[in-house]
Every structure is written in structure tokens, then in C-alpha cells.
């Protein structure tokens, strides 16, 4: 079992920055892939970003070229760095782990079988 804590939401204004950070506890998460996932009132959980435990990495469209995921394996911790933030990007951001293919990058929310709690970013006009 791993838990999975999320951080670093909050309140943002158009064109602002945030950095979202998701600690891994329980279990050390060699050979994981990890995601984020976002979801807004009224809406389905969406696929944000995602990488690979070798590294490989993958985007929404909706977030190409201004948000970027990485993680610091050694510190158990996964990041989402967003830029240039719309008020469509105000949701709750959660971060979900898997441990499967060291190679592949998994985009669907059923694949996933760890989440978090959930970080809430509100972005306004």
C-alpha cells in the first residue's frame, strides 16, 4: 500500500504559476508510473499529465506547453508545475500512482490504484 498526499493548490490569478506537489508514503515508488488528474464541478475526473517510471512523459491537450510533470524519485514525490494558468484549469488536481509497466505512461483513471485526497486550484480571471 502507498499513500498518496497532494499539496500546493490554491488560489491563482490568469497567467499566474502554481506547483503542485504529491508525497509518496508507505511504500517507495520504484518502477511506478504516476498521473495527474483534475476534475471540476459537474464534470468527469480528465487525464492532466502523466509520466513513466523510465521517465517518459504525456499531456492533455489542454495543458501542452504550460504544465510539466516530474518526479524526484528519491524524495517519493511526484510534481505538476503549472504556467500561464486559465480559470478552465480551476479544479481539483489529484495525483494517482500504479505499479505496471516501467515503460508506459497511463493515461486512463481506471488504470491507476492509488489516489489522493485531492489539492483544490482556483484560477480567476
Known amino acids: 500500500q502507498v499513500q498518496l498526499v497532494e499539496s500546493g493548490g490554491g488560489l491563482a490569478q490568469a497567467g499566474d504559476s502554481l506547483r503542485l506537489s504529491c508525497a509518496a508514503s508507505?511504500?517507495?515508488?520504484?518502477?511506478?508510473?504516476m498521473g495527474w488528474f483534475r476534475q471540476a464541478p459537474g464534470k468527469e475526473r480528465e487525464f492532466v499529465a502523466g509520466?513513466?517510471?523510465?521517465?517518459?512523459?504525456d499531456y492533455a491537450d489542454s495543458v501542452k506547453g504550460r504544465f510539466t510533470i516530474f518526479r524526484e524519485n528519491t524524495k517519493n514525490t511526484l510534481y505538476l508545475q503549472m504556467n500561464s494558468l486559465k480559470p478552465g484549469d480551476t479544479a481539483v488536481y489529484y495525483c494517482a500512482l500504479v505499479w505496471a509497466n516501467p515503460f508506459i505512461v497511463y493515461k486512463g483513471r481506471n488504470e491507476y490504484h492509488f489516489w489522493g485526497q485531492g489539492t483544490q486550484v482556483t484560477v480567476s480571471s
Open positions: 508507505g511504500r517507495a515508488v520504484t518502477n511506478s508510473a
Open positions: 509520466v513513466s517510471w523510465r521517465g517518459s512523459t
